[in-house]
Each structure stands twice: as C-alpha cells, then as structure tokens.
C-alpha cells in the first residue's frame, strides 16, 4: 500500500450528459483526492499522441475521433493505491461486462463511450500526467 497519483479523465459522452460533478463524488467518496483539474479539448493530433500505444488497434482512428469530438475532463488523483482503486471505482472497460455500482456501468454507453478512462500503472500514470499537466499546476 502506497499513496500514489493517478491520471483520470472524463470522456465526451459524460461532459455531455453534465456528469462531472457526480463521477467527482465518487472518486471523492472513495477516499481519492482531485488534485488537479481541467476542462479542455483536444485537437485531432494530441487524441491520436496520447492513445498511441493502441494505434495498431482496429478501433484506433475511432477513439481518436471520439476523444476530441467533445470537451474532456482530465485530472489527478491522489491517494491509498490511486492506481488500482481508480480502476475499481471505473470498472471493467467495456460497460457491459462491468460491476453494478462502478461508473462504466452506471454511465458508460458502449465500450468507447465508456466515460472515463484511468491510468493503467504507476509508469503510465507518470506519462500521462506529464502529458496534460506542468508542475505550476499540481497543488499537493
Ligand atoms: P481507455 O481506458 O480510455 O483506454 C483505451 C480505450 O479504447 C478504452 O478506454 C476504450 O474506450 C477503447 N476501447 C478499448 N477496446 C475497444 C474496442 N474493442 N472497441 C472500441 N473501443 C475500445
């Protein structure tokens, strides 16, 4: 058990049906602290740099479109395993095949729009925090 930091973002399809401030309470009720948050939206070329571990991927060119069709909300979590418990709190990637009470279940509409994503390790948590934000913007 460490305290660790962790990337999460919430996707379109939740910025759309105005559910940021309810995914939020469910980190939060969980003991995970937002350390760092913001609205913004990508362009075409940093959805396509920051999923580029999938470009072999069939459904690569999708999920770029997808990622930068609406706004996102990417943020820091802070706290007790951040890593994995993000995870469990998220759920199993595709909605269909994940546990009652996590939010790709309750809000997730297929497996792409599945509203939030979350660092799959400690490494990656590391790049992908780098990728969205400077040190100015980490208030621990
Ligand atoms: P995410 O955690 O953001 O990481 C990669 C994303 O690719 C994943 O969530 C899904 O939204 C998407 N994804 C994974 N598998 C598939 C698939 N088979 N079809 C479409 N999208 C997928």
């Known amino acids: 058990m460490s305290i660790q ?21 469910r980190f939060e ?7 760092a948050q913001k609205r913004l939206r990508l362009t075409k070329l940093q959805a396509e740099k920051f999923y580029e571990v999938h ?4 459904f690569y060119d999708s999920l770029c479109d997808y990622m930068f069709s ?5 943020q820091i979590l802070k706290g007790e395993d951040a890593v994995a418990k993000n995870r469990e709190i998220m759920g199993a990637t595709n909605p269909a095949n994940a546990e009652i009470g996590t939010i790709r279940r309750d809000f997730g509409e297929s497996i792409e729009h599945n509203s939030v994503h979350g660092s799959d390790s400690q490494e990656n948590a590391e790049i992908e925090i780098r990728f969205f934000f400077s ?3 980490i208030i621990e």
């Open 5 to 25: 930091k962790t990337l999460s973002i919430i996707k379109p399809d939740a910025t759309r049906r105005n559910l940021t401030g309810n995914i939020n309470a």
């Open 29 to 35: 009720r969980a003991g995970l602290q937002i350390i």
């Open 55 to 58: 470009r072999e991927r069939a």
């Open 70 to 74: 609406g706004p996102i909300v990417v």
């Open 135 to 137: 040190e100015l913007e």
